[in-house]
């Protein structure tokens, strides 16, 4: 299809897929107002993160979310942070360098594989990244298989139901729209959690 302004001009089960967000639009990401505008204290929260856990924090981008995950499965966790673009996993080392937490491991994945070992994952979080994966069925998939059996899947999206987000079109996404594609892969819905201002975060269990 052709492309519209914020898409790539490929669709996937109904919907246009939307582009990569750059690594110049990294400021965003890192913006002052975000915790109170999305309220990541109340996202972490929903995650129900225990020490010791190891989670991937697929699209990491600046690590804004990762860093705040890796206070969470402190003593004995980590935080596998994976993203396609270099420079974002360049900034997110610098940070969470400065912070302390070597707990964060920056990992290069491709557009098509988040390139993680089989069975290592407890659980694996997508923060407004799904809904421009450009290979999503493959993606999915790679992640199914380094979660470990019962380990979670979380999609962290904008939330396409409310006409008030304020967020353009294809970067939303809503809750029967991710179910339908989760739906692809051996993976069980288990809750929404609806407490964001403008997200919502459907999790998901590896069947088996
Ligand atoms: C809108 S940013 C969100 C960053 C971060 N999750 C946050 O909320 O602060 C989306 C990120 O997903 C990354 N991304 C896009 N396609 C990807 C893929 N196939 N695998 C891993 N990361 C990907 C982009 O490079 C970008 O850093």
Do not use: C
């Not at 979310?65 to 996993?89: F, N, S, T, W, Y």
């Not at 360049?90 to 360098?97: D, I, K, W, Y």
Request: hydrophobic share 45%.
């Amino acid at each position: 299809m052709p492309a519209s302004a914020d898409g790539i001009g490929k669709r996937y089960m109904g919907r246009e897929i939307a582009g990569v967000m750059g690594w110049q639009g990294a400021g965003w990401l890192e913006r002052p107002e975000r915790e109170r505008e999305e309220r990541t204290d109340l996202l972490v929260a929903a995650l129900q993160l225990r020490p010791g856990d190891v989670v991937a924090d697929i699209g990491a981008g600046t690590g804004y979310l990762a860093r705040r995950i890796a206070l969470a499965v402190m003593p004995g966790g980590k935080v596998l942070a994976v993203d396609v673009q270099p420079e974002m996993l360049r900034m997110l080392e610098s940070m969470a360098r400065q912070a302390g937490l070597t707990q964060v491991k920056p990992s290069l994945g491709t557009e098509t594989d988040v390139k993680l070992a089989p069975s290592s994952v407890d659980l694996a979080v997508m923060v407004d990244v799904y809904h421009e994966l450009a290979y999503p069925h493959e993606v999915l998939g790679s992640i199914v298989r380094a979660l470990k059996p019962g380990g979670r899947l979380v999609f962290v999206e904008y939330r396409a139901e409310d006409p008030n987000v304020p967020i353009k079109t294809l970067h939303k996404m809503s809750e029967a729209q991710i179910k339908r594609e989760a739906a692809a892969h051996a993976l069980d819905w288990e809750r929404t959690v609806g407490t964001l201002p403008w997200q919502h975060v459907v999790v998901f269990r590896k069947r088996g």
